[in-house]
């Protein structure tokens, strides 16, 4: 063989290896760009999952907040009524109907 011929293997068998490694560094890039979007979609699941826990126990705290002003709200309108029907009643005579109650 000569020189020329084997300096011409050479390169090409240079060349090779370094499409070889290039095709080996993008199977690798792939395979992690892979792996990332898999952690990332795991990652959302489990934020999102945190985000609906913590989204249902804001709505039954605000609930249960609703509850109690509205109770405090009936609660006060009624004592309002109750003062003033005894008022009424007070102011026509009827003071014994009251005792009753």
Known sequence: MSVRKVTKV???FQRVLGFKKMA?????SQARCLWQTTLSQR??????????D???????LAHRQLLTARRAALRA???AE???WRRELGA??????AERL
């Open 24 to 28: 080996d560094r993008w199977r690798n």
């Open 92 to 97: 026509g005579g009827g003071a014994r109907g």
């Open 54 to 60: 913590t989204l249902g126990q804001e709505l039954a």
């Open 77 to 79: 309108l009624l004592e």
């Open 10 to 12: 050479e390169e090409d």
């Open 82 to 84: 109750h003062r003033r």
């Open 43 to 52: 990652r959302n699941l489990n934020a999102t999952a945190r985000l609906q």
